[in-house]
Antibody
């Protein structure tokens, strides 16, 4: 059974960079059929796709966040990571990593991590 | 404001059927058969319920079905059960610039 687990600081200061890592187990991060994505959910609000990465390193970002987001992958560790710079209180959210089925006639998230809450506060 | 519009809440009695709408535009829902639906219970991660408009992943009850007409996708839950009480989110591919967009979510209450 594929499992994803987010990790990283739960508290980030305003203007600093949020950094999270997702560790994938029970399956290969290097499979040619899958991308790996980050989605966030502010408290009491809806879901927002942040971006996704293919094992080769190709990245795709939400245009509204693109200037502040970097997603990278380390296949040797079965991990992919998120960096969000210049954070403000508006970036306080539950951050999920997920397997992203994306290809010809494919676009959905079929496995999700449990999520990790990141609070932006001084 | 979310890119896809969902009703804030929908309710029904046990055994009834309910339908949740997800309205987009000709740039997302209307152009691609790539609408997915997610169920989220309080304090839990979302779970995939429907993908490619109407396909069900293995293990998802056949009480859940999806459809699309024009710019609006729909999720129908038949034979409503107490365990169906949750938030539901739609998602659609939106082209090679925007990529993907979610709806604002619908809270389903079983009366």
């Amino acid at each position: 059974q594929l499992q994803l687990q987010e990790s990283g600081p739960g508290l980030v200061k305003p203007s600093e960079t949020l950094s999270l890592t997702c560790t994938v187990s029970g399956g290969s991060i290097s499979s040619s059929n899958y991308h790996w994505g980050w989605i966030r959910q502010p408290p009491g609000k809806g879901l927002e796709w942040i971006g996704s990465i293919y094992y080769s390193g190709s990245t795709y970002y939400n245009p509204s966040l693109k200037s502040r987001v970097t997603i990278s992958v380390d296949t040797s560790k079965s991990q992919f990571s998120l960096k969000l710079s210049s954070v403000t209180a508006a970036d306080t959210a539950l951050y999920y990593c997920a397997r992203h089925r994306w290809g010809i006639q494919l676009y959905h998230f079929d496995y999700w991590g449990q999520g990790t809450l990141v609070t932006v506060s001084s | 404001q979310s890119a896809l519009t969902q009703p804030a809440s929908v309710s029904g009695s046990p055994g009834q059927s309910i339908t949740i709408s997800c309205t987009g535009t000709s740039s997302d829902v209307g152009s691609y058969n790539l609408v997915s639906w997610y169920q989220q219970h309080p304090g839990k991660a979302p779970t995939l319920m429907i993908y490619e408009v109407s396909k069900r992943p293995s293990g998802v009850s056949n009480r859940f079905s999806g459809s699309k007409s024009g710019n609006t996708a729909s999720l129908t839950i038949s034979g409503l059960q107490a365990e169906d009480e949750a938030d539901y989110y739609c998602c659609s591919y939106a082209g090679s610039t925007t990529f993907g967009v979610f709806g604002g979510g619908t809270k389903v209450t079983v009366l």
